[in-house]
């Protein structure tokens, strides 16, 4: 699957972020060891935390996936940072091993598209199977967009796409490239997907 333009922008916007923003948070232990404690500091770096977080994953999610591989434990921490200040969270029932950048991609947007069709929140739990991964959610109000995930696993046309939907664009593009299947099943309290 050839990058594109788009994705090259994206790996270079991420790559170039995410070293001040990790700096800022180095910045704050720093002060923090010296004795400098308040809560203004505490959110600052919160909020530097949250941003490296979502910079890593944005980063494999809309990034550049031709080649290389990304080892289980970076791909388990970024799926699971990444939701941990919001009202979702990840958890990995079992350690994978190295996988496929693009299949690693393909995961996380797939984690995005779940993320739009939970209007609640919930717990997203998440197994590694022998060619992809298995998500699940239970127990909570689910409000797939029907059409976005048509086209995710369909390819139906006509969807809007935008910032907000991306995702669901990106994840079927995943998919054809790859010549991935996915299995999907909504119900009104839970979705599973696995490929």
């Known amino acids: 699957m050839p990058d594109t333009l788009a994705e090259l922008i994206s790996s270079r916007i991420c790559h170039d972020l995410i070293s001040p923003v990790g700096a800022i948070g180095n910045g704050l232990e720093l002060m923090e ?3 400098a404690v308040s809560p203004e500091l505490d959110l600052v770096g919160q909020s530097a935390q949250s941003a490296q977080a ?3 994953f944005f980063r ?9 591989m990304v ?11 990444m939701f941990s200040t919001g009202r979702l969270s990840v958890h990995i029932s079992e350690s994978w091993g190295t996988r496929e950048r693009r299949l690693v991609k393909l995961f996380y947007l797939l984690l995005l598209c779940v993320e739009s069709s939970l209007p609640r929140g919930g717990e997203i739990h998440c197994a590694p199977t022998r060619t992809g991964w298995r998500i699940a959610v239970e127990g909570v109000p689910v409000a797939p967009p029907a059409a976005l995930w048509r086209h995710v696993t369909e390819g139906q046309n006509g969807i809007d796409v935008n910032a907000k939907t991306i995702q669901f664009s990106l994840a079927r593009q995943c998919l054809v490239a790859q010549s991935i299947h996915l299995a999907a099943r909504f119900t009104d309290s839970g979705l599973h997907l696995e490929f």
């Open 33 to 35: 060891a010296m004795g």
């Open 54 to 56: 979502k910079l890593k």
């Open 60 to 68: 494999i999610a809309f990034g550049a996936s031709a080649g290389g």
């Open 71 to 81: 080892g289980g434990a970076e791909a388990e921490r970024g799926a699971v940072d």
